[in-house]
């Protein structure tokens, strides 16, 4: 039987995760607790009150399972396990009760597409054409199948078919040639995946973010990605998920453009929600041109989606800043302006971390938080982020981007005991960012520091459910640096009016509509003059936002 | 600068590069001129801050609402341009009615307010534009800090009598600049051009008021910031009907005659001429046939030498006077307004301007019969040439006017 406690999972409000903040974090890059260089459960576990303190309600955690971490987790072998430099099952269900009990949802990684070319489904695979798990990966004779399919990692993969010595024959990736993708026209092997969602579901994991699910079917004479049996097989989890576990969150990721995506809400009967990955390149182009043209015409080009779903929104994660929805001419900015260094370029993207990517400039910094956390969607924010923790592009792949986090001054950063040469991964040193610099023990004391900062700006999120769940309409001033809008949700309406600017700028806004109402600046609380017949006019700080709340009064 | 104008400039911010457009009931034109530029804009410049500035003289045909409503989203379907950032068009009445002065002061306000590095002007009328014109304008002045980008235009054998016989020749005889077009109808300058030209009010003093344009380019070559020229493409030539040559040329003989009072100590030390660097290939154009009446250029030529007898001999000699009475006699096909007697002429003129031995006005109503009979022999010349013998003659002419500049400064000095 598996492990089931009902006290771990209090009960799911339906649409919890519109009003969600979520935090993505590796638990091997947060704290280590046995002193053995890797984070681990019990590290983490540990680590609980701070992000709580932040004022997060959700954490996403990165692959954990057993893996030969050939792709950082993302390869693995064991979809029942915890990596053992991460500590045992066990551990992880203390910590999810931990989590639960300071009210954090935990949302897990499930990689559905692919597994390890180690995972014993695989061995098993490989070993004779007439295994029985023959059938559970995508073989063939020659390399010349689906050849109307995009090579995704084109720095390092010639072919989406690898040469597998052992069964003699070809077997499809998509990804690395170690991650052999599952064929889910097998029904044994969509039924195992159910089984393996399920073994987390029962243990009172609040969602799933699904990772590469476009990609779960092939067929001749299409690009094999988001086809209409993927979209199936997304339906009928979906449907095991609300039949056995309502209200558990299933999250897409799927980089693909806002109208391709939009199929995967489906009629609110696949995911709850998906990325908005063209956004993201495109608030750091409206930053840096000081324009609010991408910014604001991603989002119109972006479809409505059914109301119990939600666009999920991310300045940096664990990947490179991915320029694959962009056009050329953006990418080709993009590259200019924040990754003049070849070394800062993988793949279609860019390796680096938020603060160094706006050359750690705070008002930028909080400029594209603000952004973050008031356009519609919710919010992720990725581990270190919080204190402006920097990035090493001399560490291969991705691995830059994901050192150890930084507590305080002292060894190691605080991460870990151990010697080190033993960490998983070098701390970042250097004396702009490294953890002697950039620290939450040092940004704890100071009321002015960015974490202090984002604790503040998360409070005041939290205070209404209208950037959550609101509408949101664009406000059209002609000045162009300034990108305004308005949340609403039932009676409460937000006024939020963004400096894209590195000077100041001065504003007029067309507020007719909301004449009588007076404004009320959110973090001050002070009050803004009514508004009235003619444009209101607003001068604003460089990279300054305001979110108002209006009041008739 | 009017509050309306003034908060759209403030809505426009800080930019690299104003593209002024100087217009008056252009409405036949405008569209694609101001589709043209924002194509330019999107496949040259696509990183830069750019505003469209339209300074308007009173017009009454909807020109202004027509810059307006050109969209950068039609671009992407006739261009394949797609925009990174947004693209202001701004439209400003300067005034009721149109004065070239006005505008052009109107266009470097705004661009100085901006804070543009650079400021491209273009003539609503210029059907002919591509965009690529405005990377040939602007580039310089972005890559390699020149202050002024000149065109050169790609003529007809027949067009371009009066930069060719006048403008050319003097401006380079007198500046020492070759400077091809002057007076082009597309040029392109640095912000540090545009700021001085305002700082040192150019535009109030006669020869600034005069030919803002002409102006600009004297003000260049005679301050010594840094000049060049860039091939552009086919000229357009705009169906005007009965040009009026006195107004256009009080705009630009007449501004370079007063350009000359201010800016003595300069030329009169300058000797030979320069040729400033040149950017682009020159491309060929087959020569079309033009129908001109000779004829009347001739009669026109003769009527005035004979009535204005009494004026031409208060501002020339009588030497140059007695050649001239002696050409106009001459029949059709013998005639011939030599190099020799145009340069004197033209250098009489401009000492007679400078002494304002009568109105200065009247000084360059008088040269509009003679620059008549010059069109004639030019017309003539040409007719039956190539394209490299009438370069040949044009080179020879411009050699006459830097040999005789002496003559000029004799002139200037001496002659009451």
Redesign the interface.
């Known amino acids: 039987m598996p492990y089931v406690e009902e006290s771990l999972s209090p009960k799911l409000e339906p649409g919890w995760y519109k009003n969600a903040t979520i935090y993505q974090v590796h638990v091997r890059t947060f704290y280590d607790s046995n002193g053995d260089g890797v984070g681990d459960f019990a590290g983490l576990a540990q680590r609980l009150d701070y992000l709580q303190e932040l004022g997060v309600n959700a954490i996403w955690l990165m692959p954990f399972f057993p893996s030969p971490l050939r792709d950082d987790g993302y390869d693995i072998s064991d979809y029942r396990s915890v990596h053992p430099s991460y500590g045992t099952l066990e551990d992880f269900k203390s910590f999810l009760t931990m989590a639960h009990q300071r009210g954090l949802r935990v949302i897990i990684e499930m990689v559905l597409n692919h597994t390890s070319d180690q995972h014993p489904w695989f061995q098993e695979s490989r070993s004779a054409r007439d295994n029985p798990k023959r059938d559970w990966y995508v073989w063939n004779e020659s390399d010349a199948k689906y050849r109307g399919t995009r090579i995704i990692f084109l720095d390092t993969e010639m072919s989406n078919w690898a040469w597998d010595p052992i069964s003699k024959s070809y077997y499809w990736h998509r990804f690395f040639g170690h991650q052999p993708d599952l064929n889910y026209d097998n029904p044994a092997v969509r039924e195992e995946m159910w089984q393996v969602m399920k073994f987390w579901l029962e243990m009172g994991i609040d969602g799933f973010r699904l990772d590469a699910v476009p990609y779960l079917i092939e067929r001749e004479g299409t690009n094999c990605e988001n086809l209409p049996e993927t979209h199936a097989i997304i339906r009928d989890l979906r449907k095991r998920v609300d039949d056995e576990f309502p209200n558990v969150m299933l999250l897409a990721e799927a980089n693909q453009w806002p109208a391709d995506l939009r199929p995967y809400f489906g009629n609110g009967d696949e995911f709850h929600m998906a990325f908005h990955f063209p956004l993201m390149p495109r608030m750091f182009?409206g930053v840096r041109?000081?324009?609010?043209?991408?910014i604001t015409e991603i989002l119109q080009q972006t479809p409505e989606i059914p109301a119990t779903c939600q666009w999920c929104l991310f300045l940096r994660n664990h990947d490179e800043l991915t320029l694959e929805m962009v056009?050329d001419?953006?990418r080709d900015?993009m590259y200019d302006i924040y990754a003049r260094d070849k070394a800062m370029r993988l793949n279609l993207g860019i390796r680096r971390r938020l603060a160094p990517l706006l050359d750690n400039d705070r008002r930028r910094i909080e400029l594209m938080n603000g952004m973050l956390l008031s356009l519609p969607g919710t919010p992720i924010i990725y581990y270190g982020d919080e204190i402006g923790m920097g990035d090493n592009i001399y560490l291969g792949d991705r691995n830059g981007v994901r050192t150890p986090m930084q507590w305080s001054g002292g060894w190691n950063g605080g991460f870990s005991n151990a010697d080190p040469e033993r960490l998983y991964s070098p701390p970042i040193l250097n004396p702009v960012y490294g953890y002697q610099a950039v620290n939450v023990l040092s940004q704890k004391r100071s009321p002015h520091s960015l974490l202090s900062w984002m604790q503040h700006i998360l409070q005041i999120r939290r205070s209404t459910p209208v950037f959550g769940s609101g509408s949101i309409e664009f406000i059209h001033?002609?000045?162009?640096?300034i990108l305004a809008y308005i949340r609403q949700l039932g009676k409460e309406t937000i006024l939020v009016v963004n400096n894209l600017?590195s000077?100041a700028?001065?504003v007029?806004l067309d507020l007719r509509r909301y004449k009588g109402n007076i404004l009320i600046e959110m973090f001050g609380r002070n009050i803004f003059p009514r508004i009235g017949d003619l444009p209101y006019l607003l001068t604003m700080g460089p990279y300054q936002f305001y979110w108002f709340r209006l009041r008739q009064i | 600068m009017s509050d309306e104008f003034l908060r759209q400039l403030i809505n426009v911010g800080e930019v690299d590069i104003v593209v002024g457009v100087s217009t008056h009931n252009n409405a036949k034109t405008i569209g694609p001129v101001v589709a043209a530029i924002q194509a330019g804009i999107l496949k040259c410049f696509p990183r830069e801050r750019v505003a469209i500035i339209n300074a308007d003289g009173g017009s009454q045909d909807g020109t202004t609402e027509l810059v307006e409503k050109v969209s950068i989203d039609d671009l992407w379907r006739e261009h394949k341009v797609y925009a990174l950032r947004t693209l202001h068009s701004i439209s400003a009445r300067y005034a009721r009615i149109p004065d070239p002065s006005k505008a052009l002061q109107t266009i470097l306000a705004a661009a100085d307010l901006l804070h543009a590095k650079s400021c491209a002007f273009i003539s609503p009328e210029s059907t002919t534009i591509e965009p690529d014109w405005l990377q040939r304008l602007v580039r310089p002045i972005y890559n390699e800090n020149f202050d002024l980008v000149c065109p050169i235009y790609v003529r007809q054998r027949s067009e371009g009598a009066l930069m060719r016989n006048v403008l050319y020749p003097m401006t380079r005889s007198i500046y020492g600049c070759r400077i091809r077009e002057p007076y082009g109808s597309e040029f392109a300058i640095s912000g540090r051009l545009a700021g001085d030209f305002l700082a040192k009010g150019i535009s109030n003093e006669d020869w600034g008021r005069m030919g803002p344009e002409i102006s600009m380019t004297i003000m260049a070559v005679a301050g010594k910031y840094r000049v060049c020229q860039s091939f552009l493409g086919a000229k357009a030539l705009v169906g005007h009907g009965t040009q009026d040559v006195v107004s256009v040329m009080r705009r630009t003989v007449g501004a370079l005659f007063a350009s000359m009072d201010p800016n003595f100590p300069v030329w009169s030390a300058i000797t030979g001429s320069e040729a400033p660097p040149t950017f682009g290939t020159s491309t060929e154009v087959e020569n079309e046939a033009v129908r001109i009446n000779r004829k009347r250029l001739l009669d026109m030529f003769a009527t005035g030498v004979a009535q204005l007898e009494p004026v031409l001999g208060s501002i020339l000699p009588e030497s140059v006077l007695s050649e001239l009475k002696r050409i106009a006699a001459l029949g059709l096909n013998e005639f011939e307004y030599p190099a020799e007697l145009w340069t004197k002429t033209v250098f009489e003129f401009a000492a007679s301007y400078h002494k304002s031995t009568i109105s200065r006005d009247h000084i360059i109503q008088a040269l509009v019969p003679l620059y008549r009979g010059r069109s004639l022999t030019f017309l003539s010349e040409n007719r039956n040439g190539s394209g490299e013998d009438v370069e040949t003659r044009e080179e020879s002419l411009c050699t006459d006017f830097e040999r005789l500049k002496p003559y000029l400064l004799e002139s200037w000095a001496d002659r009451k």
Do not use: G, V
Not at chain 1, 289 to 294: G, N, S, T, V, Y
Not at chain 1, 477 to 481: E, I, M, S, V, Y
């Open positions: 182009m041109l000081e324009d609010r043209k991408p056009t001419i953006e900015y001033p002609a000045n162009h640096r600017s000077a700028q001065s007029e």
